[in-house]
């Protein structure tokens, strides 16, 4: 079982940053494949970019250039840094884990419970 909560959410600027971290419980964080998805007002939760190790990452185009996911292994943690950000990205954003690789589906078996990012224009 994994416990995953996100935090770092906020109200930013258009061409701001923010850096969203997911803190995950369990042992075995390590071995488990992580990722983000965001679900904006009225749309479909959608896949934003993935991590199984350093050298293992995708993105979706959208977000491509501008974001970076990037994981502390030993302080089970996994961070999401978004820059470049535009209004289009204003939605609630979750951390998702599996243990096996990060389904851009949605089809992942552990989840947080999101956190709010608003980007003004």
């Known amino acids: 079982q994994v416990q995953l909560v996100e935090s770092g959410g906020g109200l930013v600027q258009t061409g701001g940053s923010l850096r969203l971290s997911c803190a995950a419980s369990g042992r075995t964080f390590s071995s488990y494949a992580m990722g983000w998805f965001r679900q904006g007002p009225g749309k479909e939760r959608e896949f934003v970019a993935a991590?199984?190790?350093?050298?293992?990452?995708s993105y979706a185009d959208s977000v491509k250039g501008r974001f970076t996911i990037s994981r502390d292994n030993n302080n089970n943690t996994v961070y999401l840094q978004m820059n470049s950000l535009k209004p289009e990205d204003t939605a609630v954003y979750y951390c998702?884990?599996?243990?096996?690789?990060?389904?851009?589906?949605?089809?992942?078996?552990?989840w947080g419970q999101g956190t709010q990012v608003t980007v003004s224009s």
């Open positions: 998702a884990a599996n243990p096996f690789r990060i389904y851009r589906s949605g089809n992942n078996p552990y």
């Open positions: 991590m199984r190790t350093r050298d293992s990452t």
